[in-house]
């Protein structure tokens, strides 16, 4: 009797412990939440990318999960008010934008609170058009119906920019259609063309070209100059011919700064993880798509907002100069 019960007694603590330790390596495991853009987009597919790299890297002590995302506008202001690890995509001078509580984000407040992670390729601003719409440089966008990037978006803030600066603004028709819908609006030729703002090649784009003839605009450099000077931080960007079907030359457009960031509710540990792995896991990323190639680690300098403090221990170990400004 006094054997069994001391049987009974060594069974229970052994499932005790068990427990305890499933239990331990669940609360090890940290739940992260990456959004960037759309579903056709480019960067969806790098957060796909990235959420598969960190489980696997971390062995899964992170556990990602990718959301779908209207654009950069809807990220920003998710971030001010998200709790727990959020990873998101932006161009850094909307940060700016919204510290200073102007535009889409007039009168909010919580914006102090993103922090850098890292840098991620840059935004290529694509005016796609009809082959057959007769459009064959930006001038000619003049009385056509367009469609500026999804509603609410930087994109459409962006390429209205754009056009404004080249004085075409108030000579065009917008449609405010979402991204995910302009291609099927231009091949059912119900506009004349749309913007889209994604690291090159363009998935959606690339679906596009193989099922209808398509322009991708380029800018002279003189536009490109008139940007530029109003847009430090933009810079000159080339895609490449055969890019996309049918693309036999160069396009010159217009690239902008895209990072990665955080907020303080992200904890240090997990933002040293997600750090460190992505930039000892760059290499793996650019073998399966090479629009990471470009990203290098000065490019971190270039994001502007304060480094997430767990960012920093990375960065500090690896020898990676961090201005003071974003410490």
Request: hydrophobic residues 40%.
């Amino acid at each position: 009797m006094r054997l069994n019960a001391l049987k009974t007694t060594a069974f229970a603590l052994a499932l005790g412990a068990t427990a305890g330790l499933l239990s331990a390596g669940a609360e090890a495991q940290t739940r992260l939440t990456l959004k960037s853009a759309s579903s056709t987009s480019s960067y969806y597919v790098m957060m796909v990318q990235l959420a598969e790299m960190l489980e696997d890297a971390t062995d899964g002590q992170i556990q990602p999960t990718v959301e779908e995302s209207q654009g950069s506008v809807q990220n920003v202001k998710e971030a001010a008010r998200r709790s727990g690890a959020f990873l998101f995509t932006t161009p850094p001078s909307l940060l700016d934008t919204a510290r200073a509580g102007e535009g889409d984000f007039e009168g909010e407040e919580g914006y102090d609170r993103i922090r850098t992670l890292f840098a991620v390729p840059f935004i290529t601003v694509h005016f796609v058009v009809s082959e057959d719409s007769g459009i064959e440089n930006i001038e000619d966008l003049a009385g056509k119906n367009f469609i500026p990037g999804g509603t609410g978006t930087f994109c459409e803030g962006r390429t209205k920019a754009v056009l404004g600066l080249l004085g075409l603004g108030e000579e065009m028709e917008f449609s405010n259609v979402e991204l995910n819908n302009a291609p099927d609006a231009l091949r059912n030729g119900r506009v004349d063309g749309y913007a889209t703002c994604s690291s090159h090649p363009v998935p959606g784009l690339v679906e596009l070209a193989t099922t209808m003839d398509v322009n991708i605009l380029s800018f002279t450099d003189e536009q490109r100059e008139k940007i530029f000077a109003e847009d430090p931080l933009s810079g000159p960007i080339t895609i490449a011919a055969g890019t996309y079907d049918g693309q036999d030359e160069p396009v010159k457009t217009v690239a902008v700064p895209v990072g990665a960031f955080g907020t303080t509710d992200m904890d240090d540990d997990t933002a040293y993880q997600v750090v460190k792995s992505f930039w000892e896991q760059r290499d793996a990323l650019v073998d399966e798509n090479p629009w990471w190639e470009g990203v290098t680690p000065d490019l971190v300098a270039q994001m502007g907002t304060p480094i997430h403090p767990g960012a920093l221990r990375y960065y500090e170990e690896a020898g990676i100069e961090i201005p003071d400004s974003m410490r």
